[in-house]
């Protein structure tokens, strides 16, 4: 029996053999910086609309998981503006039985206004662009208070970076239709192997017979050739091309990780040319410590030349006035530094390009939901 969680829908749709009992959990996440930010804004999110979330709460939040309160407050405060206030209680974590496992999930809100079930969760970044399914799979899990209201259940998913809010409407009807789609997929004897941009987000891929053999096709395409003309592709050649050296950057990451720990465990590796694979311990980046330093510094140079040779992290900045501030002055203290820095025009912004897959505009709204 299968034990899976609604945030591995969307892969188990995709590719049948994504989540079975055999293979280690397949939604576990690499420990990331991105990925700690988003860890702490649920949690915080999470308190906030329970009602217990203070400037305490949050310091201990950020602290226990190793990330810096300016990082994750934005997120809360696009949460907050996406759904207004309504005494929201945290969601409770659900479970039920499906065909050849269990079903659980845990959404991040839930609400009823004007006879329509709303379900939704939160994003801090896109790792995945559909989450369908997952919602689909919290609104058969409430499937019994969905069914006592007239207005069916409205799923949504919210992307806190950029405020862009994806909605489905749906009905009884439509939520018994897609939880007989989920058991043909479980009752499959042998389910299909599919690839696709979702393997990069899949624990699988680096042991998937299927997607190995995309990869030694794809490599047997690009062959050795790096001045490949891209403006003579057409858009989808292009597109897969670059979904498959994504592939490629994480297969590598994962087989990196897969021999420096071997390399730990057993010792060097003999190449069998002359040459060995070993972990050779390098020195580091020099790095100064600025308040031993300043009276070295300050005699050599003046306020004007010294100032274009240090860096301000903004964020470390308004850590450490948030600490200093009285109880429960800290985010008044980083708003009014914020201010403050911006009216002497201490501060600036600049622009950077990023090669990311958005969704078609027609298919997403970027607005507050109305309750």
């Known amino acids: 029996m299968n034990n899976i969680r609604c945030s591995q829908l969307p892969r188990l749709f995709r590719c049948g053999q994504s989540v079975i009992e055999t293979v280690v959990d397949c939604d576990a996440e690499q420990d990331n910086a991105a990925g700690r930010v988003g860890t702490a804004a649920h949690e915080m999110i999470r308190a906030h609309f329970d009602g217990t979330l203070t400037g305490e709460i949050a310091q201990n939040v950020c602290a226990g998981i190793g990330v810096r309160q300016a990082e994750v407050w934005p997120l809360v405060n696009a949460a907050k503006a996406i759904v207004a206030e309504m005494g929201l209680g945290t969601p409770d974590a659900m479970e039920d039985e499906v065909t050849d496992g269990i079903l659980s999930g845990h959404p991040d809100a839930e609400w009823t206004a004007a006879g329509t079930y709303w379900i939704g969760d939160w994003k801090s970044s896109r790792l995945d662009p559909d989450y369908f399914h997952q919602l689909m799979g919290y609104a058969w899990l409430r499937r019994d208070r969905i069914r006592t209201l ?125 040459f060995t694979l070993a972990i050779v311990p390098e020195k580091g980046r020099r790095e100064i410590d600025t308040l031993k ?70 298919l997403t709204e970027k607005k507050e939901i109305q309750q």
Request: with cysteine; hydrophobic share 40%.
């Open 293 to 362: 330093a300043w009276p070295e510094l300050a005699k050599r140079l003046t306020d004007e030349e010294l100032a274009p040779c240090l860096k301000v992290g903004v964020s470390a900045i308004q850590d450490a006035v948030a600490k200093k501030a009285p109880p429960r002055k800290g985010a008044e203290a980083r708003r009014q530094l914020w201010a403050d820095l911006e009216a002497v025009g201490a501060v600036t912004q600049g622009t950077a390009e990023k090669l990311k897959e958005v969704r078609n505009q027609n």
């Open 150 to 274: 007239q207005g069916g259940c409205v799923l949504f998913v919210a992307w806190l970076r950029d405020g862009t809010v994806e909605r489905y409407h749906v009905t009884v009807e439509g939520i018994d239709a897609w939880k007989a789609s989920l058991d043909g997929i479980m009752a499959m004897q042998s389910r299909p192997y599919v690839t696709g941009s979702h393997c990069s987000f899949c624990q699988r891929c680096h042991d998937c017979p299927a997607q190995r053999e995309d990869l030694r096709q794809a490599l047997a395409v690009i062959g050795d050739d790096v001045t490949i003309d891209v403006s003579k592709l057409d858009g989808a050649t292009v597109a897969k091309v670059h979904r498959k050296l994504k592939m490629l950057a994480t297969v590598k990451d994962h087989w990196d990780e897969a021999i420096k720990n071997r390399v730990r465990t057993t010792g060097p590796i003999d190449c069998g040319d002359g």
